[in-house]
């Protein structure tokens, strides 16, 4: 069984930085991407970021020059260094794997729980 636990959520003021950091356990025969989303109240999900196997990483524009994504295949665990955070980024924030527990299964999204960022003076 997958399961993606994220940490390192919580409130900070204008300016501030958080990282957080999702551990992954389950097996995936292949995996596509890795990335953070999030989802403010009101709002669709949208993609923070993420790492495609063997692709470039992406970031939403809103968050260039601001986030940066990282992944430890060593300890199977994708962090998100957020600096100078802005009210704007209040959400909460996802991790996801995309990939395949078998080589021929289909591929699916895996999802954590999900961690509230809150950014407010």
């Known amino acids: 069984q997958v399961q993606l636990v994220e940490s390192g959520g919580g409130l900070v003021q204008p300016g501030e930085s958080l990282r957080l950091s999702c551990a992954v356990s389950?097996?995936?025969?292949?995996?596509?991407?890795w990335g953070w989303y999030r989802q403010a109240p009101g709002k669709e999900r949208e993609l923070v970021a993420d790492?495609?196997?063997?692709?470039?990483?992406n970031y939403a524009d809103s968050v260039k020059g601001r986030f940066t994504i990282s992944r430890d295949s060593a300890k199977n665990t994708v962090s998100l260094q957020m600096n100078s955070l802005e009210p704007e980024d209040t959400a909460v924030y996802y991790c996801?794997?995309?990939?395949?527990?078998?080589?021929?299964?289909?591929?699916?999204?895996?999802w954590g729980q999900g961690t509230q960022v809150t950014v407010s003076s």
């Open positions: 996801n794997v995309r990939g395949r527990r078998i080589s021929w299964g289909p591929i699916r999204d895996y």
């Open positions: 389950g097996r995936f025969s292949s995996t596509t991407a």
């Open positions: 790492m495609p196997s063997g692709g470039t990483t």
